[in-house]
């Protein structure tokens, strides 16, 4: 069917090569050029002696979608190709894919160890799901890596990381964290979703298993959940066939979905980049900003890490407005070009606060606690032009300065309006 050269393989491809190519170099049936969603729960067999062999998995083929998918086959081959991963897993959503990875790898006993900063999700399975499974969970302050590593030579069976960290854009050192794992034998695991496989390889600085959730900057678009795990085969053989029996498997028409997105990851990530920190740079110099995070800026205290282990710094941006909640209230809803919504990643810009989106699950006193105060908000910056994105916050700022001087009380302002209407009639 691949009449290609041998040499037409992806090995030298660039990111962007390999994104729209990854998975799709041979031809789909019918000679289609486009990855065909095949929507069969099962595959018919006439040959029984052949059903077995593909049961038994000595033959190629396809049973039941519960196990495989020629469309879900296919992302997954296309994320291997942008992680340079052996091989892959696709899930029904991140949280699916993050929480089969933890169930497939502890047992009774074990201990993870992971930082207060991870995703929302991902936190709760760590302080809620995973301690009752009779798993010790040791969640360490984020920015402080002679703790995490002090933890971790305590023993343990899994370290979990997360950079850069949502909303706060904290940094981890990948390779320094990887080396304290691999001292105690330790599996590494690292949500990748936020740096996407354009910025960061984490199997690369010897992680041993990246998550993604799909729903993100891969499929780009917003209109589709998904997740990828992916990392070396004998670990994805026991992911896999906890995906069979748990059952969390993506349908095939979200992976088609996620396929198309993928395409322009490398030309969204640029323009989306290209523009967080244009946005990053304006928020330093506005005065209703107490502080932007963003690892891209020379003064992010992890700026060195960063600049060492990812080729760009993300299209997310977080700052702390002036008045708290008050300013938030009035600033976002004041966007033209933004959703005030839950989600990140997608080619429309989002804007929204930690209360709302990330840490919804958490009380006030939580969200104090993880330093992140009322006036945090969250910027997943979209693809459209930049100067239109700072206008719109400027104006948005303006409206903002405007509100809060008609707010200043009346008696604190020399009172000259009503004398001069007496005069005047
Ligand atoms: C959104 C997100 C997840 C969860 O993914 P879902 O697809 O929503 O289940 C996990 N990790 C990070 C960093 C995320 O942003």
């Known amino acids: 069917m691949n009449n290609k050269p041998d040499s037409a393989g992806l090995d030298n491809a660039g990111t962007g090569t390999r994104a729209v190519w990854g998975g799709e170099q041979v031809r789909h049936p019918y000679n289609a050029t486009q990855t065909p969603i095949v929507v069969s729960a099962a595959y018919g067999y006439d040959d029984i002696d052949n059903w077995y062999d593909v049961a038994l998995g000595k033959a190629p083929g396809f049973i039941y979608s519960r196990m495989s998918n020629p469309t879900v086959e296919i ?3 296309k994320i291997c190709e942008l992680e340079k991963a052996a091989s892959a897993v696709a899930f029904s959503s991140g949280m699916a894919a993050i929480s089969s990875v933890l169930y497939t790898f502890l047992a009774h006993g074990n201990r993870v160890v992971s930082t207060k900063d991870s995703y929302g999700g991902t936190n709760k399975i760590f302080e809620e799901f995973l301690p009752r499974m009779g798993v010790e969970v040791t969640l360490c302050e984020t920015f402080d890596h002679e703790e995490i590593e002090r933890e971790v030579a305590k023993g343990c069976q899994l370290l979990y990381l997360e950079t850069p960290t949502n909303p706060t854009l904290k940094i981890l050192d990948i390779q320094r964290l990887v080396s304290a794992a691999k001292r105690v034998g ?27 959730s799909a ?12 997740g990828l795990v992916c990392g070396a085969g004998f670990l994805m053989d026991k992911v896999r066939h906890y995906r069979e029996i748990n059952g969390a498997a993506l349908d095939p028409f979200s992976a088609y979905l996620i396929i198309r997105g993928m395409k322009t990851l490398v030309l969204r990530m640029r323009q ?21 995070n963003y690892p891209g800026l020379p003064g992010h205290p992890n700026h060195a890490v ?8 993300g299209a997310i941006v977080s700052f702390v407005l002036v008045g708290g909640m008050d300013t938030v209230k009035v600033l976002l809803p004041r966007l033209r070009f933004a959703h005030c919504a839950g989600n990140l ?24 606690a993880l330093g992140i105060g009322e006036g945090l908000v969250r910027v997943s910056v979209g693809i459209e032009d930049t ?39």
């Open 306 to 313: 960063a600049c060492a282990q990812m080729r760009g710094f």
């Open 387 to 425: 100067d239109d994105l700072l206008d719109d916050l400027k104006q948005a700022f303006a409206f903002v300065r405007r509100s809060r001087d008609e707010q200043t009380p009346k008696h604190t302002q020399p009172s000259i309006k009503e004398p001069c209407t007496e005069v005047a009639s």
């Open 215 to 226: 729903t993100k900057f891969l499929s780009g678009h917003g209109d589709v959940l998904g």
């Open 345 to 368: 990643g997608a080619v429309e810009t989002l804007y929204g606060p930690a209360r709302t989106t990330s840490h919804v699950e958490n009380t006030l006193e939580e969200r104090l």
């Open 272 to 292: 989306q980049q290209h523009s967080a920190r244009a946005l990053a740079e304006f928020l330093g110099s506005e005065p209703l900003v107490e502080s932007v």
């Open 186 to 212: 330790a599996l590494v695991v690292a949500d990748n979703t936020f740096a996407t496989p354009l910025n960061q390889n984490p199997l690369a600085l010897g992680v041993d298993v990246v998550v993604h």
């Open 75 to 77: 992302l997954e081959a």
